[in-house]
């Protein structure tokens, strides 16, 4: 629901929206929005996002929303206004609001920050189905409880027998091929082949024949005909990995391929039908390579009917402790060792470092202890570089103690500075601050320079506020 009282502004959001996707309506003040949202709660139709102006003709828009703090529990309320002012941005926040838009509002902007929005949403009330559900620590090669992975559990339950393409979304190393083995290995196809295939892997000249096939002279080193992972994979599953990796040309045709399940081997006049599920997954943001026009927005949506998206290891609570026991297991029976266990400092030191490369990280990492620690205990000395993630415990140092006040002025250079003794927090309040000051106390300029959304930094400033931080 649109909840703005400018006619032209609001038809234009509208138009955006439903071009995206959405279904919309429109209510130009409080009280015309106030009956849609009870409307809808009676049909069980609610709203999944709301753009709430905050300069309406009956109301203001932030009185709107205390007024109605269930509000935000049942949908996403996204304030759109043309006051830019952090203290109102902090206000809605504080009040619930999922984000804050600055008017005029770009078309991608206003799309992504919905779809988004939507996207919390979903999950939200996954996370809520997930925890009144039997809660499992391992699922078909995953190991972990966390709430974030019982949603993955369930969607993958959920979308393993149907016929529709899967996009598989998440950062390196964070299980897109197990996610694609357990979709395959919980389907119908099960007893048919599982043919995975990177596509960033392989040169583009290959990648077209590795896919479809080649006949016998197709090309000079075509010296036999060749099947292709597409119908070596018939009645099976084919997992494309990295698919954002795929040159535009291949795109065009892995489209036709998907729209009329008929394979044209390299150097043949003949297309094959076969029959094959397809999975594909990315560790980049599919929106991003669309805009910047690397990848395909027909190919995007034709892949994407199912979504799934695999949270990285930092967000996983105490997975990381349960993996890393696992690991240990393993590693130690390969090994012939035995280890006590994981000890407090350990778990901790594991729960700190921010684990870049995710799960296939930590399991480089104890492997790697499980091979130099001697005795019964897992050294942390032997976690490279985890092991030097600072521990909470620890005095701080005089150059801490010392910058009690870390605001920078406006010609200081972050480059120049020294980072020893400080916090990650500490660092990126002076960065945050030093961007500001460039954009002149801009936020929404900050954070085009810092490449964030202007609620992120809205957020840390409400945090540093209350908190009274200064460091």
């Known amino acids: 629901m649109i909840v703005e009282d400018i006619v032209s502004l609001a038809l234009t959001y509208a138009s955006q929206l439903e071009a995206a996707g959405c279904q ?8 015309k929005a106030r009956y849609y949202i009870e409307a809808g709660q009676r ?3 609610a709203f999944d996002v709301i753009l709430l102006d905050l300069k309406l003709p009956d109301v203001d828009g932030l009185d709107f929303l205390e007024a109605a703090p269930e509000l935000t529990k049942s949908a996403s309320v996204v304030v759109i206004t043309a006051d830019g002012s952090i203290n109102r941005a902090i206000q809605a926040m504080r009040l619930g609001a999922y984000d804050f838009l600055v008017k ?6 206003l799309t992504t920050t919905v779809k988004r929005a939507g996207e919390r949403l979903r999950l939200e009330q996954e996370v809520q189905v997930a925890r009144s ?8 090669g995953f190991i972990g409880g966390s709430d974030v992975m019982q949603v993955v559990y369930r969607a993958i339950e959920n979308v393993a027998n149907s016929k529709a393409t899967v996009f598989i979304t998440g950062e390196s190393g964070t299980g897109k091929e197990v996610a694609a083995e357990a979709i395959h290995e919980l389907s119908q196809r099960r007893s048919g082949r599982f043919v995975a295939i990177n596509c960033g ?29 597409a119908r070596e994979a018939s009645g099976g599953t084919l997992f494309l990995d990295e698919i954002c990796e795929m040159e535009l040309k291949l795109q065009v045709k892995l489209l036709r391929f998907l729209q009329t399940g008929m394979v044209q081997p390299v150097g043949s006049n003949r297309a094959v039908p076969v029959d094959v599920r397809v999975v594909c997954a990315t560790n980049r943001d599919p929106l991003t390579e669309m805009s910047e026009g690397r990848f395909r927005e027909d190919l995007f949506y034709r892949l994407s009917v199912l979504p799934i998206d695999l949270p990285p290891l930092r967000q996983r609570g105490d997975d990381v402790v349960l993996l890393a026991q696992a690991f240990m297991a393993r590693f130690s029976a390969e090994e012939g060792k035995a280890f006590e266990g994981l000890d407090d400092e350990t778990q901790q030191t594991l729960h700190r470092y921010n684990w870049p490369g995710n799960v296939r990280e930590l399991q480089n990492e104890i492997r790697r202890a499980v091979v130099m620690s001697a005795g019964n205990t897992l050294s942390l000395a032997h976690l490279g570089a985890v092991a030097t993630v600072p521990t909470a415990s620890a005095e701080p140092t005089e150059r801490e103690s010392s910058r009690t006040d870390l605001s920078l ?12 003794g400080l916090t990650l927090e500490q660092i990126e309040k ?16 900050a954070a085009r320079d810092l490449a964030v959304s202007p609620s992120t930094i809205y957020r840390k400033l409400e945090k540093w506020s209350l908190t009274g931080a200064s460091s």
């Open 133 to 140: 559900l039997q809660r499992r620590e391992q699922f078909q």
């Open 201 to 229: 892997a392989i040169p583009e000249n290959l990648l077209e024949s590795e896919l479809f096939g080649h006949v016998k002279g197709a090309f000079t080193g075509a010296l036999e005909n060749r099947t292709g992972a």
């Open 24 to 31: 919309v309506e429109i209510a130009d003040n409080g009280e």
């Open 409 to 420: 002025d406006a010609d200081e250079a972050l480059p120049g500075l020294s980072f020893q």
């Open 104 to 109: 005029p509002v770009s078309v991608e902007r």
């Open 430 to 445: 002076m960065a945050i601050e030093k961007a500001i000051a460039n954009n002149g106390g801009s936020v929404p300029g």
């Open 43 to 45: 049909e069980q139709q």
